[in-house]
């Protein structure tokens, strides 16, 4: 099935660190969702972004909706234990089309 | 406001029997979609409910299929499991309007002996 070019793969950071990671598709999409998943759980909703250009902060979080809506970044500031998971992007086409097309993950863990 | 809730959490099969997973949306909420995760292929579409009615559907055989409740609730079943049916399945549900955040559930791990 189609998934997103999601990179870099792992990350491996101190405590403190900043994280980016960012997202590519050959398609556009209309909105950009950006989740993370603990083991043993469903994702979690994080930033939601919905215009091209858009740049959106959830506290520690902040995420961009890239100007060609093919593209999407996520940043995390200052990084804490539990910020350790598995984050995906998921791209939606088209507004009442509720398949997301997600991307192949980011695990992040963090060095003590 | 309570969370998307699956249940069960956990199931094991074998081969050739089928499985009804259940998926209970948040209130208000009237799309639910389902997805399979599985380490191979990622988070993967399955098909979505609107209003009782298949909207959207991914790349899945019949095997594979659902069904959605007047009170929004939903069920996904699968016939003739196979090895490869092994897998979290997790249920998402959506206002559905012109913001479309997808809010999912803890999952149900299926293992498939």
């Known amino acids: 099935g189609q998934q997103l070019n999601q990179s870099p793969q792992s990350m491996f950071i101190q405590e403190g660190e900043d994280v980016s990671m960012n997202c590519t598709s050959s398609?556009?999409?209309?909105?950009w969702l950006w989740y993370k998943q603990d083991p043993g759980e469903g994702p979690v909703l994080l930033i939601a972004?919905?215009?091209?250009?858009e740049l959106t902060s959830n506290g520690r979080l902040t995420a961009q909706f890239g100007i060609t809506r093919k593209d999407s970044f996520l940043n995390i500031s200052a990084s804490i234990p539990s910020d350790v998971g598995i984050y995906f992007c998921?791209?939606?086409?088209?507004?009442?089309?509720?398949?997301?097309?997600f991307g192949t993950g980011t695990r992040l863990t963090i060095i003590p | 406001k309570a969370g998307v809730t699956q249940t069960p959490r956990y199931l094991i099969k074998t081969r050739g029997q089928q499985v009804t997973l259940s998926c209970s949306p948040i209130?208000?909420?009237?799309?639910v979609s389902w997805y399979q995760q599985t380490p191979g292929q990622g988070l993967q579409f399955l098909f979505e409910?609107?209003?009782?009615?298949?909207?959207n559907k991914g790349n899945f055989p019949g095997r594979f299929s659902g069904r959605q409740f007047s009170n929004s609730r939903s069920e996904m079943n699968v016939s003739t499991l196979e090895l490869g049916d092994s897998a979290l399945y997790l249920c998402?549900?959506?206002?559905?309007?012109?913001?479309?955040?997808?809010?999912f559930g803890p999952g149900t791990r299926l293992t498939v002996l």
């Open positions: 398609s556009i999409f209309n909105t």
């Open positions: 209130s208000g909420h009237r799309s």
């Open positions: 972004l919905y215009k091209a250009g």
């Open positions: 998921a791209g939606q086409l088209d507004f009442g089309n509720e398949k997301l097309t």
């Open positions: 998402a549900s959506s206002l559905a309007g012109p913001v479309n955040e997808q809010f």
């Open positions: 409910y609107f209003s009782e009615t298949q909207r």
